[in-house]
């Protein structure tokens, strides 16, 4: 009796068939569309200034907040608010009105 989960390591275990483009394809669009279910907008929202801080202080928002950085890339009204509250902060920096931002600090 042959089982459909074989051991990759079996002497007997196969390759298999590569899937085609418009399954892939298919995959792909579930994917994105779990990952907007995933982080909903609003948790996004109350997490923006803290990706905005990391930004502005070492540019490594993404690497620390993946799904935050993907959800801007599929969520052009959250891209939208991210990019204005950034445009701010950085215009207000250069011009001396504020020191940069703290991460998890407080007043």
Do not use: K, T
């Not at 569309?33 to 907008?41: A, E, K, T």
């Not at 929202?45 to 993404?62: G, P, S, T």
């Not at 509250?85 to 931002?101: C, F, I, N, T, Y």
Request: charged share 30%; hydrophobic share 40%.
């Amino acid at each position: 009796m042959s089982s459909r989960f074989e051991d990759p390591a079996s002497p007997h275990h196969s390759e298999p068939d590569e899937l085609p483009a418009d399954v892939i394809r298919g995959f792909l669009r579930i994917l994105e569309s779990v990952r907007v279910q995933d982080m909903p907008c609003s948790e996004v929202f109350a997490r923006l200034d803290e990706y905005v801080e990391h930004e502005m202080l070492d540019h490594e928002a993404a690497a620390l907040m993946p799904l935050l950085r993907e959800h801007f890339d599929i969520c052009a009204d959250c891209c939208a608010e991210y990019e204005a509250l950034l445009g701010v902060l950085e215009q207000s920096q250069a011009r001396g009105d504020a020191a940069p931002p703290e991460v998890g600090g407080g007043s």
